[in-house]
């Protein structure tokens, strides 16, 4: 079958750094998704990586290593405002159970 | 580009009623995605398509739901009957040509069946 592990809930204090790990078993594997999705919003998606490595995109980074199964999104400089739940997904259709980050002043 | 546009956004009814939700994606997009969250399951894909030709949909719960495509710029999502377990809030995404990447979902339709 096909699954995708990540915690479901991660605290950090506002200006820190926060890594969600995220880990995947599926066959034919092309990359690994992040979505961010706030609460009574829509998800909205963050990155792709296809290959193995950190990916940055401003305060957000995601790294994949395909030989492990296993990726993370990186959030620095945390702003209160990221407070969200964040969805890793394969295959561009299966997505994870969602990590719901709370940020504490 | 508006987004993906979906309606209603709210849709309050009750048991043994027929519901239908439309979306339409984002001009250019060729795949369109229909899924549906709750908080015990998470976000579930019911159906895809590609180029309007139905390609997954293998989610899709039983018959009592259906979907269509008629044109590049219109879907529709349908259950019939509705039970109250269908309560949750059923998004419409669509994707360009870009292969496994990004999709933009469109704000969700917020289903409660009473």
């Known amino acids: 079958g096909q699954s995708l592990e990540q915690p479901s809930e991660v605290t950090a204090v506002e200006g820190a750094i926060v890594q969600i790990n995220c880990t995947y078993q599926?066959?034919?594997?092309?990359?690994l998704s992040w979505y961010q999705q706030h609460d009574g919003g829509a998800p909205t998606f963050l990155s792709y990586?296809?290959?193995?490595g950190l990916e940055e995109t401003g305060r957000f980074s995601s790294f994949l290593s395909r030989s492990d199964s296993y990726g993370y999104l990186l959030l620095q400089e945390l702003q209160m405002k990221d407070s969200a739940s964040y969805f890793c997904?394969?295959?561009?259709?299966?997505f994870g159970k969602g990590t719901r980050l709370h940020i504490l002043p | 580009d508006a987004g993906v546009i979906q309606s209603p956004r709210h849709e309050v009814t009750e048991m043994g009623q027929e519901v239908t939700l439309r979306c339409k994606p984002i001009?250019?997009?060729?795949?369109l995605f229909w899924y549906r969250q709750t908080m015990m399951r998470g976000l579930e894909l019911l159906i895809y398509?590609?180029?309007?030709?139905?390609?997954?949909d293998s989610g899709m719960p039983e018959d009592r739901f259906s979907a269509k495509m008629p044109n590049a710029s219109f879907s529709t999502l349908k259950i019939q009957p509705s039970e109250p377990r269908d309560s949750a809030v059923y998004f419409c995404?669509?994707?360009?040509?870009?292969?496994?990447?990004?999709?933009?979902f469109g704000p969700g339709t917020r289903l409660t069946v009473l």
């Open positions: 995404a669509s994707g360009g040509t870009s292969g496994y990447n990004e999709q933009f």
């Open positions: 599926t066959s034919g594997f092309y990359g």
């Open positions: 990586n296809a290959l193995d």
């Open positions: 997904a394969v295959k561009r259709i299966i």
């Open positions: 001009s250019g997009h060729n795949s």
């Open positions: 398509f590609n180029n309007n030709v139905p390609i997954d």
